[in-house]
């Protein structure tokens, strides 16, 4: 799934436009991205975290011409999946529809809570 997948999955499971569905999308990874800036971590229960490793600058080699050169320091965000995620994934294809009937059964509730 890419961005505009996910995009398009929101707007019609959410029965918004595609173009607030965007501003949504946005939203959520500008604000993960800008805590990672400010090294915060950034955790999403049942999915998994966001954390930023520094790496120190080492010697590496250049592949064609076998030159040394030096590589600077820098910092990596890193991906730790959750226990759900993992288990989600290792499931069989039956519980991910489960999984999401079972949303949008919960979104049918809420709909009833507002009238």
Same mark, same amino acid.
């Given at each position: 799934?890419?961005?505009?997948?996910l995009?398009?999955?929101? /707007?019609?499971?959410?029965?918004?436009?595609?173009?607030?569905?965007?501003? &949504? =999308?946005?939203?959520?990874?500008?604000? $993960?991205? %800008?805590?990672?800036?400010?090294?915060?971590?950034?955790?999403?229960?049942?999915?998994?975290?966001?954390?930023?490793?520094?790496?120190? /600058?080492?010697?590496?080699?250049?592949?064609?011409s076998?030159?040394?050169? &030096? =590589?600077?320091?820098?910092?990596?965000? $890193?991906? %730790?999946?959750?226990?759900?995620?993992?288990?989600?994934?290792?499931?069989?294809?039956?519980?991910?529809?489960?999984?999401?009937?079972?949303?949008?059964?919960?979104?049918?509730?809420f709909?009833?809570?507002?009238?």
């Amino acid at each position: 799934m890419n961005k505009s997948e996910l995009i398009l999955a929101l /707007s019609s499971f959410s029965n918004i436009n595609a173009r607030d569905s965007e501003k &949504v =999308v946005d939203l959520f990874f500008d604000t $993960i991205i %800008k805590g990672l800036r400010n090294g915060e971590r950034a955790e999403l229960r049942g999915f998994g975290s966001f954390t930023i490793r520094n790496y120190p /600058s080492y010697v590496g080699r250049n592949p064609k011409s076998g030159n040394a050169i &030096v =590589v600077g320091p820098k910092r990596m965000p $890193i991906f %730790k999946p959750g226990k759900e995620l993992k288990a989600m994934v290792d499931a069989p294809n039956d519980g991910v529809q489960q999984n999401s009937n079972a949303l949008a059964d919960d979104d049918d509730d809420f709909d009833d809570d507002k009238e």
